[in-house]
Protein backbone atom coordinates (compact mmCIF):
# COMPACT_ATOMS: atom_id res chain seq x y z
CA UNK A 1 0.00 0.00 0.00
CA UNK A 2 2.09 2.44 1.05
CA UNK A 3 5.22 1.51 -1.72
CA UNK A 4 2.39 1.86 -4.11
CA UNK A 5 1.08 4.65 -3.27
CA UNK A 6 4.77 7.06 -2.86
CA UNK A 7 5.57 5.60 -6.68
CA UNK A 8 2.05 7.56 -7.51
CA UNK A 9 2.98 10.96 -5.72
CA UNK A 10 6.58 11.00 -5.81
CA UNK A 11 8.77 11.96 -8.34
CA UNK A 12 11.23 8.99 -9.35
CA UNK A 13 13.97 10.56 -8.38
CA UNK A 14 12.75 12.10 -5.17
CA UNK A 15 11.54 8.95 -4.22
CA UNK A 16 15.09 7.41 -4.90
CA UNK A 17 16.19 9.67 -2.06
CA UNK A 18 13.68 8.73 0.74
CA UNK A 19 13.38 5.24 -0.28
CA UNK A 20 16.30 4.35 2.17
CA UNK A 21 15.38 6.22 5.22
CA UNK A 22 11.81 4.43 4.86
CA UNK A 23 13.16 0.88 4.25
CA UNK A 24 15.12 1.21 7.09
CA UNK A 25 12.47 2.72 9.38
CA UNK A 26 10.32 -0.17 8.10
CA UNK A 27 13.44 -2.48 9.16
CA UNK A 28 13.66 -1.06 13.30
CA UNK A 29 9.64 -0.96 13.28
CA UNK A 30 10.08 -4.53 12.21
CA UNK A 31 12.53 -6.19 13.92
CA UNK A 32 14.38 -4.09 16.66
CA UNK A 33 11.74 -2.56 17.64
CA UNK A 34 8.93 -4.82 17.57
CA UNK A 35 11.06 -7.52 19.61
CA UNK A 36 11.39 -4.54 22.18
CA UNK A 37 7.66 -3.79 21.92
CA UNK A 38 6.78 -7.47 22.92
CA UNK A 39 9.49 -7.49 25.65
CA UNK A 40 8.20 -4.41 27.12
CA UNK A 41 4.61 -5.38 27.14
CA UNK A 42 3.93 -5.11 30.86
CA UNK A 43 5.97 -2.39 31.31
CA UNK A 44 3.98 1.17 32.33
CA UNK A 45 5.16 4.43 33.19
CA UNK A 46 6.01 5.75 36.49
CA UNK A 47 5.12 8.55 38.58
CA UNK A 48 6.95 8.93 41.91
CA UNK A 49 5.81 12.06 44.07
CA UNK A 50 8.16 11.90 47.15
CA UNK A 51 11.72 11.50 47.34
CA UNK A 52 13.38 9.72 50.88
CA UNK A 53 13.51 13.05 52.17
CA UNK A 54 9.93 14.04 52.12
CA UNK A 55 10.58 16.66 48.67
CA UNK A 56 7.89 16.21 45.90
CA UNK A 57 9.77 15.76 42.83
CA UNK A 58 7.09 14.43 40.62
CA UNK A 59 9.55 12.44 38.92
CA UNK A 60 8.51 10.50 35.68
CA UNK A 61 10.16 7.36 34.52
CA UNK A 62 9.37 6.14 31.25
CA UNK A 63 9.40 2.49 29.83
CA UNK A 64 12.50 0.98 27.94
CA UNK A 65 10.57 1.09 25.18
CA UNK A 66 9.76 4.66 24.87
CA UNK A 67 13.13 5.89 26.14
CA UNK A 68 14.16 3.97 22.47
CA UNK A 69 11.42 5.29 20.88
CA UNK A 70 12.26 8.88 21.77
CA UNK A 71 16.17 8.35 20.31
CA UNK A 72 15.08 6.60 17.10
CA UNK A 73 12.03 9.55 16.58
CA UNK A 74 14.92 12.17 17.14
CA UNK A 75 17.44 10.55 15.07
CA UNK A 76 15.53 9.66 12.78
CA UNK A 77 13.73 13.10 11.95
CA UNK A 78 10.01 11.40 12.70
CA UNK A 79 9.37 15.25 13.47
CA UNK A 80 12.09 16.47 11.75
CA UNK A 81 11.71 15.68 8.06
CA UNK A 82 8.70 17.33 8.09
CA UNK A 83 10.29 20.90 9.31
CA UNK A 84 13.67 20.32 7.00
CA UNK A 85 11.71 20.75 3.57
CA UNK A 86 14.04 18.99 1.68
CA UNK A 87 11.35 17.59 -1.03
CA UNK A 88 9.08 20.73 -0.78
CA UNK A 89 5.73 20.51 0.08
CA UNK A 90 5.99 16.05 0.09
CA UNK A 91 8.25 16.53 2.77
CA UNK A 92 5.07 16.10 5.05
CA UNK A 93 3.93 13.17 3.15
CA UNK A 94 7.71 11.76 3.42
CA UNK A 95 7.22 12.16 7.40
CA UNK A 96 3.67 10.94 7.54
CA UNK A 97 5.18 7.62 5.93
CA UNK A 98 7.82 7.94 8.91
CA UNK A 99 5.68 8.11 11.32
CA UNK A 100 3.12 4.94 9.40
CA UNK A 101 5.99 2.24 9.84
CA UNK A 102 7.40 3.78 13.25
CA UNK A 103 3.96 3.85 14.83
CA UNK A 104 2.80 0.43 15.19
CA UNK A 105 5.84 -1.07 16.97
CA UNK A 106 6.36 2.06 19.89
CA UNK A 107 3.04 2.02 21.73
CA UNK A 108 1.90 5.39 21.02
CA UNK A 109 4.98 7.14 21.32
CA UNK A 110 3.23 8.83 18.17
CA UNK A 111 1.40 11.14 20.94
CA UNK A 112 4.19 13.01 21.89
CA UNK A 113 5.87 13.25 18.43
CA UNK A 114 2.35 14.56 17.37
CA UNK A 115 2.02 17.25 20.21
CA UNK A 116 5.66 17.93 19.18
CA UNK A 117 5.11 18.68 15.94
CA UNK A 118 1.85 20.35 16.39
CA UNK A 119 3.86 22.66 18.76
CA UNK A 120 6.37 23.54 16.56
CA UNK A 121 4.11 24.46 13.50
CA UNK A 122 2.17 26.64 16.16
CA UNK A 123 5.05 28.40 17.59
CA UNK A 124 6.42 28.98 14.05
CA UNK A 125 2.77 30.67 12.89
CA UNK A 126 2.57 32.77 16.29
CA UNK A 127 6.08 34.63 14.72
CA UNK A 128 7.07 35.17 18.44
CA UNK A 129 10.43 34.88 17.01
CA UNK A 130 11.73 34.55 20.81
CA UNK A 131 9.95 31.17 21.37
CA UNK A 132 10.88 30.34 17.65
CA UNK A 133 14.64 30.70 18.65
CA UNK A 134 14.26 29.43 21.96
CA UNK A 135 11.82 25.72 21.33
CA UNK A 136 11.71 25.08 17.58
CA UNK A 137 15.35 24.21 17.17
CA UNK A 138 14.83 21.46 19.85
CA UNK A 139 11.29 20.27 18.77
CA UNK A 140 12.71 19.89 15.28
CA UNK A 141 16.36 18.55 15.90
CA UNK A 142 17.77 15.18 14.64
CA UNK A 143 19.83 15.46 17.91
CA UNK A 144 18.27 12.66 20.75
CA UNK A 145 20.29 14.96 23.18
CA UNK A 146 19.08 17.90 22.08
CA UNK A 147 15.61 17.01 21.48
CA UNK A 148 12.13 17.97 23.09
CA UNK A 149 8.97 16.65 23.21
CA UNK A 150 5.84 19.04 24.01
CA UNK A 151 2.41 18.42 25.69
CA UNK A 152 -0.52 19.95 24.96
CA UNK A 153 -2.81 21.20 28.00
CA UNK A 154 -6.49 21.95 27.06
CA UNK A 155 -8.52 19.51 29.14
CA UNK A 156 -10.22 20.56 32.28
CA UNK A 157 -12.50 18.90 34.56
CA UNK A 158 -14.92 21.17 33.36
CA UNK A 159 -14.24 19.84 29.15
CA UNK A 160 -12.01 18.80 26.89
CA UNK A 161 -14.83 19.05 23.97
CA UNK A 162 -15.64 22.94 25.47
CA UNK A 163 -12.46 24.26 26.49
CA UNK A 164 -13.98 27.94 26.27
CA UNK A 165 -15.04 26.69 30.12
CA UNK A 166 -11.65 26.60 31.14
CA UNK A 167 -11.06 28.06 34.88
CA UNK A 168 -6.80 28.19 34.49
CA UNK A 169 -6.23 31.79 35.40
CA UNK A 170 -3.09 33.20 34.36
CA UNK A 171 -1.81 36.42 36.49
CA UNK A 172 0.81 38.92 35.34
CA UNK A 173 4.16 38.31 37.22
CA UNK A 174 7.54 40.74 37.84
CA UNK A 175 9.13 39.11 34.93
CA UNK A 176 7.27 40.03 32.04
CA UNK A 177 5.53 36.59 32.19
CA UNK A 178 2.74 35.12 33.73
CA UNK A 179 1.78 32.80 36.48
CA UNK A 180 -1.07 29.66 36.14
CA UNK A 181 -3.28 28.64 38.56
CA UNK A 182 -5.32 25.53 37.72
CA UNK A 183 -5.93 22.18 37.55
CA UNK A 184 -5.46 20.35 34.38
CA UNK A 185 -7.19 17.02 34.07
CA UNK A 186 -5.62 15.10 30.53
CA UNK A 187 -2.13 16.03 29.83
CA UNK A 188 -0.22 13.21 28.33
CA UNK A 189 3.24 12.63 27.71
CA UNK A 190 3.81 14.71 30.99
CA UNK A 191 7.64 13.95 30.55
CA UNK A 192 7.55 16.50 28.02
CA UNK A 193 10.09 19.56 28.22
CA UNK A 194 7.31 22.19 26.98
CA UNK A 195 4.00 22.47 26.98
CA UNK A 196 1.41 24.45 25.28
CA UNK A 197 -1.80 25.53 27.34
CA UNK A 198 -5.12 27.61 27.56
CA UNK A 199 -5.34 30.02 30.78
CA UNK A 200 -7.54 33.09 31.16
CA UNK A 201 -5.57 36.27 32.03
CA UNK A 202 -7.28 38.10 35.16
CA UNK A 203 -9.92 40.39 33.66
CA UNK A 204 -10.66 38.74 30.63
CA UNK A 205 -13.99 37.90 29.67
CA UNK A 206 -15.27 34.65 29.78
CA UNK A 207 -15.62 31.75 27.22
CA UNK A 208 -13.01 30.76 24.74
CA UNK A 209 -12.09 34.24 23.40
CA UNK A 210 -10.97 35.06 27.04
CA UNK A 211 -8.81 32.50 26.69
CA UNK A 212 -4.68 33.21 25.86
CA UNK A 213 -2.08 30.67 24.56
CA UNK A 214 0.82 30.00 26.92
CA UNK A 215 4.09 28.34 26.52
CA UNK A 216 5.47 26.63 29.54
CA UNK A 217 8.93 24.98 30.57
CA UNK A 218 7.57 22.12 32.64
CA UNK A 219 11.07 21.97 34.49
CA UNK A 220 14.32 23.98 35.98
CA UNK A 221 17.53 23.11 34.97
CA UNK A 222 18.02 20.80 38.30
CA UNK A 223 14.69 18.69 36.83
CA UNK A 224 12.26 19.76 39.14
CA UNK A 225 8.68 20.36 38.23
CA UNK A 226 8.02 24.36 37.65
CA UNK A 227 5.31 24.78 40.14
CA UNK A 228 3.44 21.84 38.70
CA UNK A 229 2.30 19.29 41.13
CA UNK A 230 1.30 15.61 39.05
CA UNK A 231 -1.53 14.44 41.37
CA UNK A 232 -1.38 11.19 39.32
CA UNK A 233 -1.23 9.16 36.39
CA UNK A 234 -4.75 7.94 34.53
CA UNK A 235 -5.20 4.43 34.94
CA UNK A 236 -6.76 3.95 31.42
CA UNK A 237 -8.11 1.53 29.10
CA UNK A 238 -5.14 1.93 26.83
CA UNK A 239 -2.35 4.11 25.64
CA UNK A 240 -0.82 2.43 28.62
CA UNK A 241 2.45 3.57 27.84
CA UNK A 242 1.68 7.42 27.82
CA UNK A 243 1.87 8.99 30.79
CA UNK A 244 -1.28 11.02 31.19
CA UNK A 245 -1.40 12.63 33.93
CA UNK A 246 -4.06 15.36 36.38
CA UNK A 247 -1.73 18.16 37.10
CA UNK A 248 -2.60 21.20 39.65
CA UNK A 249 -0.90 24.42 38.25
CA UNK A 250 0.55 26.59 41.33
CA UNK A 251 2.02 29.31 39.94
CA UNK A 252 3.95 27.82 37.21
CA UNK A 253 5.82 30.38 35.23
CA UNK A 254 4.40 31.08 31.53
CA UNK A 255 4.83 33.08 28.31
CA UNK A 256 2.21 34.59 25.80
CA UNK A 257 2.31 32.69 22.76
CA UNK A 258 0.16 35.44 20.40
CA UNK A 259 -1.82 37.62 22.27
CA UNK A 260 -4.02 37.98 25.40
CA UNK A 261 -6.98 36.41 23.99
CA UNK A 262 -7.79 34.05 21.13
CA UNK A 263 -6.28 31.13 22.55
CA UNK A 264 -9.02 28.45 21.20
CA UNK A 265 -7.89 29.79 17.66
CA UNK A 266 -4.71 30.31 18.04
CA UNK A 267 -3.77 27.05 19.57
CA UNK A 268 -5.64 25.64 16.44
CA UNK A 269 -2.41 24.76 14.35
CA UNK A 270 -1.62 22.07 16.95
CA UNK A 271 -4.78 20.84 16.58
CA UNK A 272 -4.35 20.35 12.48
CA UNK A 273 -1.37 18.92 13.11
CA UNK A 274 -2.19 16.12 15.68
CA UNK A 275 -5.88 15.14 14.05
CA UNK A 276 -3.02 14.90 11.17
CA UNK A 277 -1.24 12.27 13.35
CA UNK A 278 -4.29 10.55 14.55
CA UNK A 279 -5.30 9.38 11.16
CA UNK A 280 -1.70 8.15 10.25
CA UNK A 281 -2.36 6.46 13.36
CA UNK A 282 -5.47 4.81 12.62
CA UNK A 283 -4.34 3.49 9.54
CA UNK A 284 -0.80 2.29 10.57
CA UNK A 285 -2.31 0.39 13.45
CA UNK A 286 -4.87 -0.93 10.99
CA UNK A 287 -1.88 -2.33 8.57
CA UNK A 288 0.00 -4.14 11.61
CA UNK A 289 -3.29 -5.61 12.84
CA UNK A 290 -4.02 -6.49 9.11
CA UNK A 291 -0.59 -7.98 8.66
CA UNK A 292 -0.76 -10.40 11.64
CA UNK A 293 -4.01 -11.73 10.60
CA UNK A 294 -3.15 -11.91 7.14
CA UNK A 295 -0.03 -14.06 8.45
CA UNK A 296 -2.31 -15.91 11.06
CA UNK A 297 -4.36 -17.35 8.79
CA UNK A 298 -1.60 -18.56 6.69
CA UNK A 299 -0.80 -20.73 9.97
CA UNK A 300 -4.13 -21.74 11.84
CA UNK A 301 -5.72 -24.71 10.94
CA UNK A 302 -9.52 -25.30 10.56
CA UNK A 303 -11.35 -27.97 8.99
CA UNK A 304 -8.65 -28.98 7.34
CA UNK A 305 -7.23 -25.94 5.50
CA UNK A 306 -5.74 -23.26 6.78
CA UNK A 307 -8.08 -20.14 7.12
CA UNK A 308 -6.41 -18.34 4.56
CA UNK A 309 -8.48 -20.83 2.08
CA UNK A 310 -11.43 -20.68 4.09
CA UNK A 311 -13.72 -18.42 1.40
CA UNK A 312 -15.73 -16.45 4.59
CA UNK A 313 -11.99 -16.17 6.32
CA UNK A 314 -10.67 -14.60 3.28
CA UNK A 315 -13.90 -12.57 2.53
CA UNK A 316 -13.89 -10.84 6.05
CA UNK A 317 -10.14 -10.27 5.44
CA UNK A 318 -10.86 -8.43 1.74
CA UNK A 319 -13.48 -6.04 3.80
CA UNK A 320 -10.38 -5.47 6.47
CA UNK A 321 -8.48 -4.77 3.77
CA UNK A 322 -10.99 -2.23 1.90
CA UNK A 323 -11.15 -0.29 4.99
CA UNK A 324 -7.47 0.15 6.07
CA UNK A 325 -6.60 1.31 2.11
CA UNK A 326 -9.68 3.79 2.02
CA UNK A 327 -8.48 4.82 5.37
CA UNK A 328 -4.90 5.27 4.53
CA UNK A 329 -5.48 7.04 1.21
CA UNK A 330 -7.75 9.86 3.01
CA UNK A 331 -5.15 10.15 5.78
CA UNK A 332 -2.15 10.59 3.22
CA UNK A 333 -4.23 12.98 1.02
CA UNK A 334 -4.53 15.32 3.81
CA UNK A 335 -0.75 14.98 4.55
CA UNK A 336 -0.70 15.75 1.48
CA UNK A 337 -2.84 19.26 1.62
CA UNK A 338 -0.78 19.96 4.53
CA UNK A 339 2.21 20.07 3.36
CA UNK A 340 1.08 22.43 0.74
CA UNK A 341 -0.47 24.20 3.17
CA UNK A 342 3.02 24.44 4.83
CA UNK A 343 5.54 25.55 1.60
CA UNK A 344 2.61 27.88 1.16
CA UNK A 345 1.92 26.41 -2.36
CA UNK A 346 -1.58 25.54 -1.33
CA UNK A 347 -4.39 27.52 -3.55
CA UNK A 348 -7.03 29.21 -1.74
CA UNK A 349 -9.68 26.53 -2.96
CA UNK A 350 -7.62 23.87 -1.69
CA UNK A 351 -6.60 25.31 1.77
CA UNK A 352 -10.66 25.39 2.25
CA UNK A 353 -11.12 21.56 1.39
CA UNK A 354 -7.80 20.71 3.72
CA UNK A 355 -10.38 22.54 6.55
CA UNK A 356 -13.24 20.63 5.93
CA UNK A 357 -11.25 17.01 5.63
CA UNK A 358 -9.20 17.32 8.34
CA UNK A 359 -12.17 16.87 11.10
CA UNK A 360 -13.70 14.53 8.52
CA UNK A 361 -10.71 12.31 7.91
CA UNK A 362 -9.67 12.22 11.50
CA UNK A 363 -13.65 11.15 12.63
CA UNK A 364 -14.19 8.62 10.05
CA UNK A 365 -10.42 7.15 10.22
CA UNK A 366 -10.88 6.90 14.30
CA UNK A 367 -14.11 4.97 13.92
CA UNK A 368 -12.43 2.52 10.83
CA UNK A 369 -9.53 1.63 13.26
CA UNK A 370 -11.63 0.63 16.36
CA UNK A 371 -13.93 -1.44 13.82
CA UNK A 372 -10.69 -2.81 11.96
CA UNK A 373 -8.97 -3.86 15.55
CA UNK A 374 -12.24 -5.33 16.68
CA UNK A 375 -11.99 -7.59 13.52
CA UNK A 376 -8.74 -8.49 13.49
CA UNK A 377 -8.62 -9.81 17.33
CA UNK A 378 -11.62 -12.31 16.19
CA UNK A 379 -9.69 -13.43 13.18
CA UNK A 380 -7.53 -14.82 15.93
CA UNK A 381 -10.36 -16.48 17.92
CA UNK A 382 -10.04 -16.95 21.60
CA UNK A 383 -6.06 -16.05 21.18
CA UNK A 384 -7.18 -12.34 19.98
CA UNK A 385 -8.45 -11.91 23.02
CA UNK A 386 -5.31 -13.29 25.45
CA UNK A 387 -2.85 -10.45 27.28
CA UNK A 388 0.57 -12.64 25.90
CA UNK A 389 -0.42 -12.67 22.70
CA UNK A 390 0.08 -8.67 22.44
CA UNK A 391 -2.91 -8.98 20.60
CA UNK A 392 -5.17 -7.05 22.70
CA UNK A 393 -3.02 -4.24 23.13
CA UNK A 394 -4.26 -3.10 19.45
CA UNK A 395 -7.97 -2.51 20.58
CA UNK A 396 -7.37 -0.38 23.26
CA UNK A 397 -4.43 1.56 21.62
CA UNK A 398 -6.75 1.61 18.86
CA UNK A 399 -10.08 2.89 21.18
CA UNK A 400 -8.34 6.36 21.68
CA UNK A 401 -8.48 7.45 18.42
CA UNK A 402 -12.32 8.87 18.15
CA UNK A 403 -11.99 10.29 21.80
CA UNK A 404 -8.43 12.90 22.06
CA UNK A 405 -8.40 15.44 19.68
CA UNK A 406 -12.12 16.43 19.09
CA UNK A 407 -14.57 13.20 19.77
CA UNK A 408 -16.23 12.18 16.25
CA UNK A 409 -19.51 14.25 17.51
CA UNK A 410 -17.05 17.17 18.26
CA UNK A 411 -15.67 16.92 14.88
CA UNK A 412 -18.93 16.44 12.80
CA UNK A 413 -20.45 19.74 14.27
CA UNK A 414 -16.91 21.43 13.14
CA UNK A 415 -17.85 19.76 9.96
CA UNK A 416 -20.49 22.04 9.25
CA UNK A 417 -18.02 25.20 10.54
CA UNK A 418 -16.07 24.20 7.94
CA UNK A 419 -18.96 24.41 5.57
CA UNK A 420 -19.86 27.99 6.62
CA UNK A 421 -16.67 29.55 5.26
CA UNK A 422 -16.74 29.69 1.70
CA UNK A 423 -17.39 26.47 -0.66
CA UNK A 424 -16.00 24.05 0.64
CA UNK A 425 -18.19 21.78 -0.21
CA UNK A 426 -17.90 22.14 -4.14
CA UNK A 427 -14.09 22.07 -3.09
CA UNK A 428 -15.14 18.42 -1.93
CA UNK A 429 -17.11 17.62 -5.03
CA UNK A 430 -14.70 18.88 -7.07
CA UNK A 431 -12.12 16.53 -5.78
CA UNK A 432 -14.27 13.61 -6.05
CA UNK A 433 -14.89 14.09 -9.42
CA UNK A 434 -11.47 14.58 -9.89
CA UNK A 435 -10.75 11.22 -8.75
CA UNK A 436 -13.72 9.54 -10.39
CA UNK A 437 -13.07 11.01 -13.93
CA UNK A 438 -9.62 9.72 -13.95
CA UNK A 439 -11.28 6.06 -13.97
CA UNK A 440 -11.51 4.88 -17.02
CA UNK A 441 -11.91 0.87 -16.22
CA UNK A 442 -14.65 -0.69 -16.73
CA UNK A 443 -14.65 -2.75 -13.54
CA UNK A 444 -14.37 0.47 -11.06
CA UNK A 445 -17.61 2.05 -12.96
CA UNK A 446 -19.97 0.38 -10.31
CA UNK A 447 -18.03 1.94 -7.50
CA UNK A 448 -17.69 5.21 -9.10
CA UNK A 449 -21.34 5.32 -9.60
CA UNK A 450 -21.90 4.70 -5.73
CA UNK A 451 -19.39 7.38 -4.60
CA UNK A 452 -20.87 10.02 -6.92
CA UNK A 453 -24.53 9.01 -5.71
CA UNK A 454 -23.32 9.31 -2.01
CA UNK A 455 -21.64 12.56 -2.70
CA UNK A 456 -24.94 13.85 -4.55
CA UNK A 457 -27.01 11.88 -1.48
CA UNK A 458 -24.75 14.08 1.39
CA UNK A 459 -24.97 17.77 -0.37
CA UNK A 460 -28.95 17.28 -1.21
CA UNK A 461 -29.50 16.86 2.26
CA UNK A 462 -27.04 19.15 3.65
CA UNK A 463 -29.03 21.20 1.09
CA UNK A 464 -32.60 20.38 3.03
CA UNK A 465 -31.74 20.19 6.71
CA UNK A 466 -30.06 23.47 6.49
CA UNK A 467 -33.49 25.01 5.89
CA UNK A 468 -35.01 22.95 8.72
CA UNK A 469 -32.73 24.69 11.47
CA UNK A 470 -29.72 23.79 13.29
CA UNK A 471 -30.93 21.28 15.39
CA UNK A 472 -31.59 19.16 12.39
CA UNK A 473 -28.55 19.64 10.95
CA UNK A 474 -26.43 19.06 14.30
CA UNK A 475 -28.48 15.93 14.51
CA UNK A 476 -27.53 14.20 11.37
CA UNK A 477 -23.71 15.81 11.44
CA UNK A 478 -22.30 13.18 12.31
CA UNK A 479 -23.98 10.87 9.51
CA UNK A 480 -23.19 13.46 7.39
CA UNK A 481 -19.66 13.57 8.10
CA UNK A 482 -18.98 10.11 7.84
CA UNK A 483 -20.74 10.05 4.10
CA UNK A 484 -17.63 12.70 3.46
CA UNK A 485 -15.31 10.83 4.61
CA UNK A 486 -16.36 7.42 3.44
CA UNK A 487 -17.14 8.96 0.24
CA UNK A 488 -13.46 10.74 -0.36
CA UNK A 489 -11.82 7.80 0.80
CA UNK A 490 -13.71 5.62 -1.61
CA UNK A 491 -12.97 8.64 -5.02
CA UNK A 492 -9.19 8.49 -3.80
CA UNK A 493 -9.67 4.55 -3.70
CA UNK A 494 -10.71 4.20 -7.32
CA UNK A 495 -8.31 7.08 -8.10
CA UNK A 496 -5.62 4.57 -6.96
CA UNK A 497 -6.75 1.64 -8.47
CA UNK A 498 -6.90 3.31 -12.06
CA UNK A 499 -3.05 4.14 -11.37
CA UNK A 500 -2.00 1.05 -10.26
CA UNK A 501 -3.67 -0.78 -12.51
CA UNK A 502 -2.01 1.44 -15.88
CA UNK A 503 1.37 1.61 -13.86
CA UNK A 504 1.81 -1.48 -11.77
CA UNK A 505 -0.71 -4.12 -13.84
CA UNK A 506 -2.16 -4.47 -10.12
CA UNK A 507 -5.96 -5.47 -9.25
CA UNK A 508 -5.39 -5.44 -5.69
CA UNK A 509 -6.29 -1.49 -5.16
CA UNK A 510 -9.37 -2.44 -7.49
CA UNK A 511 -10.46 -4.96 -5.80
CA UNK A 512 -10.32 -2.37 -2.74
CA UNK A 513 -12.29 -0.06 -4.50
CA UNK A 514 -15.45 -2.63 -5.67
CA UNK A 515 -15.12 -3.98 -1.88
CA UNK A 516 -15.22 -0.32 -0.47
CA UNK A 517 -18.13 0.50 -2.41
CA UNK A 518 -20.84 -1.86 -0.91
CA UNK A 519 -19.52 -0.89 2.98
CA UNK A 520 -21.88 1.37 3.39
CA UNK A 521 -20.07 4.60 2.11
CA UNK A 522 -23.59 5.88 2.23
CA UNK A 523 -24.41 6.69 6.18
CA UNK A 524 -26.82 9.25 6.01
CA UNK A 525 -30.41 7.55 6.41
C1 LIG B 1 -5.80 8.79 26.76
C2 LIG B 1 -6.20 10.22 26.70
C3 LIG B 1 -5.23 11.19 26.65
C4 LIG B 1 -5.57 12.53 26.60
N1 LIG B 1 -4.59 13.47 26.55
C5 LIG B 1 -4.92 14.79 26.55
C6 LIG B 1 -3.91 15.80 26.52
O1 LIG B 1 -2.72 15.52 26.46
N2 LIG B 1 -4.29 17.09 26.55
C7 LIG B 1 -5.59 17.45 26.58
O2 LIG B 1 -5.87 18.64 26.58
N3 LIG B 1 -6.57 16.52 26.61
C8 LIG B 1 -6.27 15.20 26.58
N4 LIG B 1 -7.25 14.25 26.61
C9 LIG B 1 -8.63 14.67 26.78
C10 LIG B 1 -9.45 14.54 25.51
O3 LIG B 1 -9.02 15.46 24.55
C11 LIG B 1 -10.90 14.76 25.94
O4 LIG B 1 -11.26 13.68 26.77
C12 LIG B 1 -11.82 14.86 24.75
O5 LIG B 1 -11.57 16.04 24.05
C13 LIG B 1 -13.29 14.84 25.21
O6 LIG B 1 -13.53 15.76 26.21
P1 LIG B 1 -14.28 15.33 27.54
O7 LIG B 1 -13.55 14.17 28.11
O8 LIG B 1 -14.45 16.50 28.41
O9 LIG B 1 -15.67 14.80 27.05
P2 LIG B 1 -16.98 15.68 26.82
O10 LIG B 1 -16.61 16.92 26.09
O11 LIG B 1 -17.70 15.80 28.09
O12 LIG B 1 -17.78 14.74 25.83
C14 LIG B 1 -18.63 13.68 26.27
C15 LIG B 1 -19.47 13.20 25.09
O13 LIG B 1 -20.31 14.25 24.65
C16 LIG B 1 -20.17 14.44 23.27
N5 LIG B 1 -20.36 15.86 22.99
C17 LIG B 1 -19.71 16.92 23.53
N6 LIG B 1 -20.18 18.06 23.04
C18 LIG B 1 -21.17 17.73 22.17
C19 LIG B 1 -22.07 18.48 21.35
N7 LIG B 1 -22.02 19.81 21.32
N8 LIG B 1 -22.95 17.79 20.60
C20 LIG B 1 -22.98 16.45 20.59
N9 LIG B 1 -22.18 15.70 21.34
C21 LIG B 1 -21.28 16.33 22.13
C22 LIG B 1 -18.77 13.97 22.92
O14 LIG B 1 -18.70 13.58 21.57
C23 LIG B 1 -18.65 12.80 23.88
O15 LIG B 1 -19.21 11.66 23.28
C24 LIG B 1 -6.94 12.90 26.63
C25 LIG B 1 -7.91 11.91 26.67
C26 LIG B 1 -7.56 10.59 26.70
C27 LIG B 1 -8.64 9.55 26.76
Given at each position: ?????????????????I?????????????????????????????????A?????????????????????????????????????????????????????????????????????????????????????????????????????????????????????A????????????????T??????I?????????????????AL????????????????????????????????????????????????????????????????????????????????????G???????????????????????????????L?????????????????E????????????????????????????????????????????????????????????????????????????????Q??????????????????????????????????????????????????????????M?????????????????????????????????????
Amino acid sequence: MLRSYLARVFPIDMLREIEGSLAEMGRLAGADLYQLQLADRLNEPRLTQWDAWGNRIDKIELTPLWRVAERIAAEHGVVATAYEQKHGSLSRVYQCALAYLFTPSTDIYSCPLAMTDGAARTLLSSENQALIDRAVPHLTTRDANEFWTAGQWMTELTGGSDVGLSETVAKPDDANGFRLYGRKWFTSAIGSQIALTLARPEGNPPGGRGLALFYIETRDEHGQPRNIEINRLKDKLGTRKVPTAELNLVGTPAQLVKGSTDGVRNIAPLLNITRLWNGISAVALMRRGLALAYDYAGKRVAFGAPLSEKPLHDDTLAGLQAESEAAFHLAFYVAELTGRSETREILEDEALLLRLLTPVMKLTTGKQAVMVASEVLECFGGAGYVEDTGLPLLLRDSQVLPIWEGTTNVLALDTLRALDSGDSLGQLQLAVTRCLDAAREPQLADAARVARTSLDHATNWFAHVRSLGQPALEAGARRFALTLGRTMELSLLIKHAQWSHDNEQNGQASASARRFANSCVDLIF
